[in-house]
């Protein structure tokens, strides 16, 4: 009975799953997920699906098939046809939505098959290794809390027979000390792909609360599948105006300013803080930077594109920049980043119209599997 109702249960996950990667589009569009993020789960809301279940009457009414009435009368007094808006306000619950919950491994799952990302393939040089104690072999001492019943059986069997002690009429085997055999560990290293996500935005007066909303929900979903990606995923964020600071994530988020954009500055502050903490000897970098387009001066775009070939490509897997619409913006900084790297499979350009341009961003972002 306990397996039929696991394999019930899974099949309904499946159904779950179904359901999520049919309408994961609209969820990324929209941004429902966002804001639900536990600790290690998602609740995703999914409307008309319920777990079968009995239900029982707590008003001792009589059920369907039963009592007074015609086929096609209404289950429930009152009940009309829908869309008409008649009948008065009832004391009855109406149909409410189901909140499943999905891992953040599930869901990087789900979002890689349909947008049909490739794996990731981290960089060569890893320093960084991680210990890890495994039972993979077995001894005569140990605590009674790792002894392996199957090859303590197995010695005081062979005993028995070889002694002569054993009666297959009754087949009672007894171990005794020198048959106990107890699990060992073993401590080995592995790799461990460390990788730092640097998101920089520009903050200042054309950057609207749309446009952030646009890039939260983005960097929701980027940071899932990295993590998918990497044992050890490391985020950090900067804003910018005129002027570059690092802040925490919630800040990055909410802040707005109302001074001009100076671009160099925050590509400054990130050469910096990859200096200071991240070696790329050690590290897979991903540097996300997310703008109108709008900067004070063709020569400081000028300075971006030379900070960016001379030193922070060299140190970095990939290199995102987002550009979303907003209606202040001059959109020119995408031209000019289009015009110096063309062709450079380390950078990764994309123009957001809307928050339906989310998809097509990721994909523009992720689809190297850099």
């Known amino acids: 009975m306990a397996l039929r109702i696991e394999q019930d249960r899974a099949r309904f996950r499946q159904i779950i799953r179904g359901k999520v990667r049919q309408n994961l589009r609209k969820y990324i569009a929209k941004g429902e997920l966002i804001g639900r993020q536990g600790k290690d789960v998602v609740t995703v809301p999914l409307p008309e699906i319920h777990l079968p279940r009995f239900r029982f009457d707590p008003k001792q009414q009589q059920g369907v098939g039963r009592g007074k009435g015609q086929p096609g009368d209404p289950l429930s007094p009152g009940e009309e046809e829908e869309g008409e808006g008649t009948g008065e306000a009832g004391d009855r619950p109406g149909e409410h939505v189901l909140e499943e919950e999905l891992t953040i491994a599930e869901l990087a799952e789900i979002l890689g098959e349909e947008l049909a990302l490739p794996r990731i393939e981290p960089r060569g040089r890893h320093e960084i290794r991680s210990s890890k104690y495994k039972l993979t072999s077995v001894r005569r001492t140990g605590p009674e809390s790792l002894r392996h019943f199957k090859r303590t059986f197995k010695e005081a069997l062979k005993r028995q027979i070889a002694s002569g002690l054993y009666d297959p009429r009754r087949p009672l085997i007894v171990p005794v000390r020198q048959d106990k055999r107890y699990r060992s560990w073993k401590h080995t290293t592995e790799p461990f792909s460390a990788a730092v996500i640097l998101y920089m935005m520009d903050v200042s007066?054309?950057?609207?609360?749309?446009?952030?909303?646009?890039?939260?929900?983005?960097?929701?979903?980027?940071?899932?599948?990295?993590?998918?990606?990497?044992?050890?995923?490391?985020?950090?964020?900067?804003?910018?105006?005129?002027?570059a600071r690092e802040v925490d994530r919630d800040t990055f988020f909410r802040t707005k300013e109302s001074g001009g954009t100076i671009i160099s500055s925050a590509y400054k502050l990130a050469l910096e803080i990859l200096e200071?903490?991240?070696?790329?000897?050690?590290?897979?970098?991903?540097?996300?930077?997310?703008?109108?387009?709008?900067?004070w001066s063709s020569e400081d775009s000028g300075e971006c594109v030379k900070l960016l070939r001379d030193e922070l490509l060299p140190r970095a897997n990939l290199f995102g920049y987002g550009q979303v619409r907003s209606p202040y913006g001059s959109g020119q900084f995408i031209k000019d980043l289009r015009e110096a790297f063309d062709g450079d499979e380390r950078v990764a350009l994309s123009e957001i119209e809307d928050r339906d341009g989310i998809v097509g961003s990721i994909q523009d972002f992720l689809g190297k599997g850099r």
């Not at 929900?217 to 044992?231: A, C, V």
């Not at 200071?276 to 900067?295: I, K, M, Q, R």
């Open 276 to 295: 200071a903490d991240y070696p790329s000897s050690e590290w897979n970098v991903y540097l996300l930077h997310f703008s109108d387009g709008d900067n």
């Open 205 to 243: 007066g054309s950057m609207g609360d749309e446009q952030k909303e646009i890039v939260r929900i983005e960097s929701f979903w980027i940071d899932t599948w990295l993590r998918s990606q990497y044992q050890g995923l490391v985020s950090r964020y900067v804003i910018h105006d005129a002027t």
